[in-house]
């Protein structure tokens, strides 16, 4: 389900497959003109219909229901840079990683059983169209998803909050998948143990942790840092 | 306003002023104690009281009143790393940017007129303590913050979608004040034309921005390791 005509906008830009737009009355958005022309069928609703189906506090006039494709995990065995989320549980952050994991330059987005649904949309929400833009695998044992990326050569990394190489000292030019863990307690001893890598992002006054969403721009913005003054030094 | 046992927790490590604490009856939260300990009124209220007075979905059994310490700018006359929100108008924003500005080892941060009350609660939580930690000055104009700053030798620096240097390249290892502005207009004219430095996140894929908190704590985090870079190079 995709909620208001921005989110719906993005949809459109991105060719995704959407099915239905439903429509409150006396709705104008041009959005409605865009989908109809390009031949999904338009509903317009009764009064007060919308208002009871739609989960934000201010409902949106316009709501659309879009057929997910299912990417495959084997879609990123060439990958060279890829964020996965084991727990990553608050759909805001989940979200706010899509945003991250496609404005750095990675190549897919994998997020593993137990984490928050990519089809929520409070996830479209915040993901600002990122979710149309870049693969993102969704479902996948976090054991086997470790296992098969380090089988195709890439580097696991994770963060802890103490025990790690300094995150910037760390070599991210190879291929990466940068491995995120619930907010709250991190990843799972079994999956910490598959990592090939610990970085720690040092912290300055008594800030304990980030949160999942800070620690994944500071991250992956590094990897693409590191790779653009690789490019530039060569 | 401080809600929940957690924020009131991080309030009295941090040595904050607080004034009363009301407790839902029942309530068996050892903050209680602690607050009774360290001479703090504790009122308990009626059944149902705190469901009508608290703002969250999920009211919290234990809310405290503190009294908020007036930071003056003059606080960072000598600081060297300063965050200045312009037009922050979303509290979760505004709180992950404290977060990242303690995090990153800013010396403080100021809050200009325009952007959310760093005493709403949703700020208060989202800064999970950070608000106690450095120095925040709530409000005053922003031009003339801006002038304060640059009178006090700080580089301004900016974000610009496209027409900065890149921020890695730039030199953040002096005395830089970082300025955020709104996400969905970034800075007025008047203040982008008081930056003596505009610098560019590269992005990758579609994404047209990173949300306010992301851009904060890509370019403070650039911040802290080009200092540290500088210090292991020494």
């Given at each position: 389900v995709l909620e208001g005509a921005k989110v719906i906008t993005e949809a459109l830009d991105a060719d995704a497959a959407l099915e239905d737009l439903y429509v409150a009355p006396g709705t104008q958005d041009p959005v409605v003109q865009r989908a109809a022309r390009a031949g999904i069928a338009v509903h317009v609703l009764a009064a007060g219909v919308m208002e009871r189906v739609t989960d934000t506090v201010t409902p949106q006039p316009v709501v659309a229901i879009a057929s997910w494709p299912a990417v495959t995990i084997?879609?990123?065995?060439?990958?060279d840079f890829v964020v996965v989320c084991v727990d990553v549980r608050d759909p805001g952050n989940l979200g706010t990683v899509l945003r991250t994991a496609e404005a750095s330059g990675a190549s897919g987005v994998v997020c593993c059983d137990g984490s928050a649904d990519i089809s929520a949309p409070k996830v479209v929400r915040s993901s600002a169209g990122s979710l149309f833009h870049i693969p993102v695998v969704s479902g996948g044992n976090p054991v086997e998803v470790m296992e098969r990326l380090g089988t195709w050569g890439l580097c696991r990394l994770g963060t802890s909050a103490h025990e790690g190489v300094c995150y910037d000292g760390?070599?991210?030019?190879?291929?990466?998948a940068v491995v995120l863990g619930n907010e709250?307690?991190?990843?799972?001893a079994e999956l910490a143990e598959q990592l090939d890598l610990t970085v720690t992002i040092p912290m300055s006054g008594r800030t304990e942790s980030l949160n999942v969403g800070m620690a994944a721009s500071v991250l992956c913005f590094e990897v693409t840092r590191q790779r653009r003054a690789a490019g530039a030094g060569r």
């Open positions: 084997e879609t990123l065995a060439d990958a760390a070599d991210l030019r190879g291929r990466v709250a307690w991190g990843l799972p």
